[in-house]
């Protein structure tokens, strides 16, 4: 088989002495070798074994993904659509298992204070939601304006309601939320390696070029661990597999604080890949593991960690709305506290309800949309509320399906008025039949 040419010297040279004889496995994988296709399960919405059951009935073989218990390695080929409609509904999102390995390592749990330090475009993010069961605290944060918007379209889709998103630098949210968080996540931008698997150009690589990752990645990491309670735990993560990013970045840190430390990750042992001697955390390497390379690490504070001190910022508060204003909307709304803003419902968590958020923040999940004389569930309140709507539902045939993602008119002999979209078990928005035709505004973004 061919080998990539685009790999620098510098590059091969570099791995060949970091894991020696596994070398040319790698430099094969990376050259040739395909990735798994696999799609994390969003609890929130959809068991395992329902959507296995899905994909089996429609051709696919549907396999136990090896480094997480959502995951599910979609093998062969199936039907049209049937990838495509578990996507729409928000039972799924397409990721690579070692992104959710991180995940399984941080081991968020109901009723928790999370940050997501980076957080763009939402695929941990979300996977944190789901294990935290929409309770708790979870706060997303990304500097990058355009990922952000990838970042609500997932809350909106996955139907997260814990979750607010702020973009701020990370020292900052040190100085807001010092000591803070039980538990923190760190995915900064890094050298990207581990995408090499996935057809990622290795020609920005160099030594120098690493060092000014991980001296970046050092200034972030210091910020996310101020923000952790003591006790609380940090997993740090990269799409690397250099040491200068990595085990470096980590050894400054603990050199740096005395209170950090490497945490207990026996609570992954059945998920972890095998490793190679002599380097901190855990690696995946492609030709290994057959997914992205990847590197994680779990820190934790110590229990006699200084205190993280008071902040000087001054708070926003939500706005709760009580039972008697909630009863007005007529739906069968989720077990959630409910926030007005711009014309729209939200739904929060209670804990996110009563937790103190910087002046300029969004909230995660718009349910409804409120007109001077209506109100209208928006399409992520849609495909939620639809999943247990039993009155006005309008069923698709799969060609209507197909019509309505190339949002192409769909005839309809149907009396005229508001309908719950759906195929099966997919809700797929929300519509009105008029003059003998359905109407559905289908996010582009999907």
């Given amino acids: 088989m061919s080998q990539r040419n685009d790999l620098k010297d510098s590059f091969k040279d570099y791995f060949k002495e970091l894991i020696g004889d596994e070398f040319d496995a790698f430099l094969d994988f990376v050259s040739n070798g395909r990735t798994r296709r696999t799609v994390r399960v969003n609890t929130l919405k959809i068991s395992k074994e329902k959507l296995r059951k899905w994909f089996e009935g429609n051709g696919y073989e549907a396999a136990d993904n090896p480094f997480s218990s959502d995951a599910i390695d979609v093998i062969g080929e199936g039907k049209p659509l049937s990838l495509k409609l578990p996507y729409l509904s928000g039972f799924t999102y397409p990721q690579d298992s070692s992104s959710m390995f991180a995940v399984e390592l941080l081991n968020p749990q109901p009723g928790e204070t999370i940050i997501d330090l980076t957080a763009a475009p939402g695929g941990k993010t979300t996977h944190i939601a789901q294990r935290m069961k929409n309770t708790g605290v979870l706060i997303a944060n ?3 304006t355009s990922r952000l ?4 379209s997932n809350l909106e889709r996955l139907g997260v309601w814990n979750a607010a998103t702020i973009r701020m630098m990370p020292h900052k949210i040190a100085e807001m939320y010092p000591g803070v968080f039980d538990k923190v996540l760190l995915d900064p931008s890094c050298s990207g390696e581990g995408l090499l698997a996935k057809g990622g150009k290795p020609s920005f690589w160099s030594p120098k070029s690493v060092k000014r990752y991980a001296s970046e990645q050092f200034g972030i990491l210091k910020s996310a661990f101020l923000l952790l309670k003591p006790g ?4 740090y993560s990269t799409c690397t597999l250099n040491k200068f990013e990595d085990d470096g970045v980590v050894e400054r840190l603990l050199a740096e604080f005395p209170e950090a430390e490497i945490a207990d990750s026996t609570h992954v042992a059945n998920f972890a890949p095998p490793q190679f001697p002599g380097f901190l955390g855990f690696r995946f390497w492609p030709h290994k593991t057959r997914t992205k390379g990847f590197f994680c690490i779990s820190i934790r504070k110590g229990i006699k960690s200084p205190p993280g001190g008071e902040s000087e910022t001054k708070f926003s508060f939500l706005q709760i709305l009580n039972d008697e ?6 739906y069968d709304l989720p077990d959630c506290k409910f926030v007005v803003r711009e014309n729209n419902l939200f739904c929060v968590s ?8 910087p002046k300029s923040y969004s909230l995660a999940f718009p349910i409804l949309r409120i007109f001077n004389t209506e109100v209208r569930p928006t399409h992520p309140g849609a495909i939620w509320l639809g999943l247990k709507v039993k009155t006005a539902v309008y069923e698709l045939t799969r060609e209507e399906v197909e019509k309505l993602i190339e949002r192409q008119a769909i005839e309809s002999d149907k009396a005229e008025g508001d309908y719950f979209i759906k195929f099966g078990i997919f809700p797929l928005g929300y519509g009105k039949v008029i003059r003998g035709k359905l109407e559905m505004n289908f996010p582009r973004q999907y």
């Fill in 232 to 235: 609380g735990t940090l997993v």
């Fill in 325 to 330: 204003e909630i009863k007005k909307f007529h």
């Fill in 350 to 357: 209670k804990e996110l309800a009563e937790f103190p958020l």
């Fill in 142 to 144: 990304d500097m990058d």
């Fill in 149 to 152: 918007k990838a970042l609500h």
